[in-house]
């Protein structure tokens, strides 16, 4: 069971930006996160878990964009946009990954399609109700840790939920899929790990504020012989707005773009610093906003 209490301003409301520039920014409150069982079937492959969970802890995910503050570089901000189970409202589901000893793996999940409850933020609230729909993913890929350590990974969503599109229209559908990828360029074992990775992200322009979305990154590790877990990242976020809203929105332009650099210091096993800069373009995909520079100090502690 996993409990998440937030607190704190909102940056990304003082920028307007639209992909969330703080990954861990969200309404002050103290909720149920994560309560789900999981099953391991006899042949070791096949794992099954049921319960309140986290859509993007299996879907849409990449190990090498983790470093990174801009949450757009965590979940795919086609995705993002609707309401789905993820931080920090997440809801009940039930998600079935197989993967093979080569690597393959096929994942397939469904989700109440209306986590929460959007007229009370606060605490937690797991509701079926009529109207609610489901969310679906599906996600095929192939892994592998060995001499070439990479992952690739094609995906897709529907979700059945009543919603209102960018023209005011009354909708009973939604759909999109992404592609993601991530390649080690150095050698298993050799310091620094050098890792790349892409994410293209895709939506239906008429029924969605956002119908595209392109990520790609740089990240190193142990750059510092004598600091061999410290990571260094650079990357680019970039979503589209979709046709129907810039019709129907003044002053909307084409995109957002969001540039980041960061810095994870770790500090023994309990203490992680970590210096951040954005540079936000077009902030909100709204000409009225000024780009904008933001930088950060994260601090992580654990024990």
Do not use: C
Request: hydrophobic share 40%.
């Amino acid at each position: 069971m996993d409990l998440l209490g937030t607190i704190g301003s909102s940056i990304s409301g003082q920028v307007g930006d639209v992909q969330g520039l703080d990954n861990v920014e969200a309404h002050n409150t103290v909720k149920l996160f994560g309560a789900w069982y999981q099953h391991a079937f006899s042949s070791q492959h096949v794992r099954l878990r049921i319960g309140v969970q986290d859509y993007n802890a299996w879907f849409d995910v990449l190990d090498a964009a983790g470093v990174f503050v801009n949450s757009s570089f965590g979940l795919d901000p086609t995705i993002s946009q609707l309401p789905v189970s993820t931080f920090p409202i997440t809801t009940l589901g039930a998600a079935l990954r197989w993967q093979s000893v080569d690597g393959l793996y096929v994942m397939g999940a469904v989700y109440d399609g209306r986590p929460g409850l959007a007229d009370h933020p606060d605490g937690t609230h797991i509701a079926l109700r009529d109207g609610d729909g489901v969310f679906t993913a599906v996600e095929t890929g192939l892994v592998s840790s060995g001499a070439e350590s990479f992952k690739l990974a094609l995906g897709g969503w529907y979700r059945s939920s009543a919603y209102r599109d960018p023209a005011g229209r009354r909708r009973h559908n939604n759909g999109g899929a992404y592609a993601i990828g991530q390649y080690r360029i150095t050698p298993q074992g050799q310091v620094p790990a050098v890792h790349v990775f892409v994410q293209i992200g895709a939506a239906d322009s008429q029924r969605n504020q956002l119908d595209r979305y392109i990520g790609a990154g740089l990240t190193a590790s142990g750059l510092v012989p004598q600091r061999p877990h410290d990571t260094f990242g650079v990357g680019m976020a970039r979503a589209h707005t979709g046709s129907a809203y810039r019709r129907n929105t003044p002053n909307a332009t084409a995109a957002e773009t969001a540039l980041e650099l960061t810095y994870q210091a770790h500090y023994g096993e309990t203490l992680v610093i970590q210096p951040d800069v954005q540079y936000i373009i077009d902030p909100g995909a709204d000409r009225r906003l000024a780009n904008a520079w933001v930088a950060g100090v994260r601090g992580q502690y654990s024990w």
